[in-house]
């Protein structure tokens, strides 16, 4: 499975924009796909994830405090995509952001960074004050 992000960008302050993770390979269906972020001399942040499609439902999705309530995870099935859409965002959202899979189908925060085994290349986005 290889991932690749896109839809970084600059933004003002207050503005939107929606990653795109697309995988080639395989599915990702039955994949968990989180989304984290990494500002510079700052460490690697998880800021959502979405867990496996089961039957009809496209996963369960949680969130970071520090994103919760502007920021959406979901996935377009038909373009084996996840997407971040990022709304009313802040200078402090400036980072890159990368996504990355997991063959467990699961969101375990506990265990950080270590379930996902896949990761894109990353995208920068940058919010001006």
């Known amino acids: 499975l290889a991932l690749v992000e896109s839809g970084g960008g600059s933004v003002q302050s207050g503005g939107s924009l929606r990653l795109s993770c697309t995988a080639s390979?395989?599915?990702?269906?039955?994949?968990?796909v989180g989304w984290f972020r990494q500002a510079p001399g700052k460490e690697r942040e998880s800021i959502s994830c979405?867990?496996?499609?089961?039957?009809?439902?496209?996963?369960?999705?949680f969130y970071a405090d520090s994103v919760k309530e502007r920021f959406s995870t979901g996935r377009d099935n038909a373009e084996n995509m996840v997407y971040l859409q990022m709304d009313n965002l802040r200078p402090e959202d400036t980072a890159v952001y990368y996504c990355?899979?997991?063959?467990?189908?699961?969101?375990?925060?506990?265990?950080?960074?270590?379930?996902?085994?896949?990761w894109g290349q990353g995208t920068q986005v940058t919010v001006a004050s």
């Open positions: 990355a899979s997991s063959p467990t189908s699961l969101c375990l925060k506990a265990r950080g960074t270590q379930m996902f085994d896949s």
């Open positions: 390979g395989d599915s990702l269906d039955f994949y968990s």
């Open positions: 979405i867990t496996g499609r089961i039957r009809d439902s496209d996963g369960t999705a």
